[in-house]
């Protein structure tokens, strides 16, 4: 166990380092991060489309066939709009994100409430008035802001995501040595 846990480590500290440094990159290029997570969805529901027309296509007997054609042809249109009018795609996946947001975040103060009994109730509640505060916050600067929120925020995410398998890496190394209690 020893051994594959020093592997994992090692991984989790590569990992950490890429994480960190594509997430720093995307904080100094939030726009150039907005444009590359918009053309990644846009390839999502690219192939997904044709995946779902070679699937109709099969089965044109099929009772779902139109339905399933016609799903096509929404995943179609979405790549279509986020490939051929980026800005217009940004500005609805951030209206999009600040909903997501402001909704998780009542959910969570309301979870919190529910949790009390539990303790450490406290971090779900400040959890949820930072998903609302951030929606609000997103929501003041739309659609202006949409060409960069997405980049940062997932700048954001990366960066942090790489902390925390540094500081795994790190653990895991620990408990290998036999430092940790």
Known sequence: ?????????????????LFVLLG????????????????????????GGLAQFAFAFTARKWSGFLFITLLALIYLAAAFFLTYNPFGGAVAL????????????????AMS??????????WLLFDGFMGILLGVMIIIG??????WVLGLLLGISMFFGGI?????????????????R
Do not use: Y
């Not at 480590?9 to 380092?17: E, P, R, Y």
């Not at 409430?113 to 406290?122: R, T, Y």
């Not at 739309?142 to 060409?147: I, Q, S």
């Open 94 to 109: 951030t209206l999009l994100l600040a909903a997501m947001l402001i909704a998780s975040g009542c959910v969570k103060i």
């Open 164 to 180: 925390t398998f540094l500081v795994l890496s790190s653990a895991m190394k620990r408990t290998n040595l036999g430092i940790e």
């Open 24 to 47: 720093a990159i995307l904080v100094l290029h939030p726009v150039a991060g907005t444009a590359g997570l918009e053309l990644f969805l846009a390839i999502l529901f690219f192939f």
């Open 113 to 122: 409430q529910a949790l009390k009994a539990f303790g450490n109730a406290g």
């Open 142 to 147: 739309w659609p202006t802001d949409a060409a």
């Open 1 to 17: 166990m020893k051994m594959e846990t020093e592997n994992w480590s090692g991984w989790l500290l590569g990992l950490g380092v």
